[in-house]
């Protein structure tokens, strides 16, 4: 077995937005070999699966019933296959978005700029169908390779799966799985200067309007149709509304962000009653339900 195990990982090393005071215990897939062992960790007593990117949509509990953390580690470089018109880019989803987005500029392959600024790993990003400025990752999705605990290691096809606004969909992904390599297909080109230019566009507007300095998850809420929750946050009150170290930006209210020293421990459950006034402000306000875009274990 060539698992990488930690134990006693504490939750707020594991999450951009470091909340929580527990520990976990955090495994590494270093080969698809591996996954089988996953499948014998399920069935002993009281361990649920979850699989972790690099954890910057993500709220981990004060307190860690069962879950073992689980993410790839498989090291592949970046394929590039040209058919045609059409690049396909096969990529491992361990690689931070980032990286993947310079691979992408450096072989003038256009589509993703507006993607800069997104922190993660590629199959964080694919699980959340991320995406900004009009982009999401999820348009130029051709397969992904992954683990399931419903079929063991298996090949998605984008006939197979479904995406939304931070949603992504295939049968049997409301049980544990793990991506771990995903190729998408892109049939537009621009020269590497334009294309990081654009990036850079987009990576500027972030950082004018977004805490993206701070520790946060990034926004806590999804937009509702045809509304920013933002702004309606804003509205009902939230910016600068804080419990123990969190707090609502004052430069982006859908922000909650972690003002904690480091070695301080971040309560998740005050998180928690920031998230509920905030849908409950929201709410009484403007009559609307906000949803959260942060994944809650
Ligand atoms: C400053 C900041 C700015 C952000 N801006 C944006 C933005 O503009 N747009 C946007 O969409 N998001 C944004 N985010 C949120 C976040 O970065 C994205 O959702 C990102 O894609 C999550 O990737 P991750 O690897 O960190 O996933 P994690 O946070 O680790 O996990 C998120 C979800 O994906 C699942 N998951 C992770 N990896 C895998 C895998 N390999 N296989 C299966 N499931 C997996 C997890 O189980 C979880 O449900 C921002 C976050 C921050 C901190």
Redesign the pocket.
Known sequence: MSFLIEHNVPSRKL??LGAGGDIFTHVKISHPNDFKELHFLSKKDNIRL?????????LLPDENSSYFLI??AISMPCTFEKNKHQYLVTVA??LP?PVFLAELASKGLKGFEGLA?????V??????N???YGVEIGTKLAQIE?WSLKNGLEIIKAKDFRTAY?SFEFDGSDDF????QASFLFTEIDTKENIKKNMQHYKSL?QAT?P?KAR????IFKNPPQQTAGKLLDEAGMKNISRGNFTFSDLHANFLVNTAKENEISVAADALELIALAKEKVFNKFNINLETEV?IL
Do not use: D, H
């Not at 600024?117 to 790993?121: C, M, Q």
């Not at 946060?216 to 926004?219: H, I, P, R, V």
């Open positions: 999450t951009s979850f699989a972790l990117g690099n954890g910057t949509n993500l993410s790839t989803c361990s978005l600024g997104i922190p993660g790993t199959g964080g990003a694919i699980a959340m991320a995406g900004s992954l931070r799985w793990l991506a771990f972030k977004q993206v946060s998850a990034g926004c994944c």
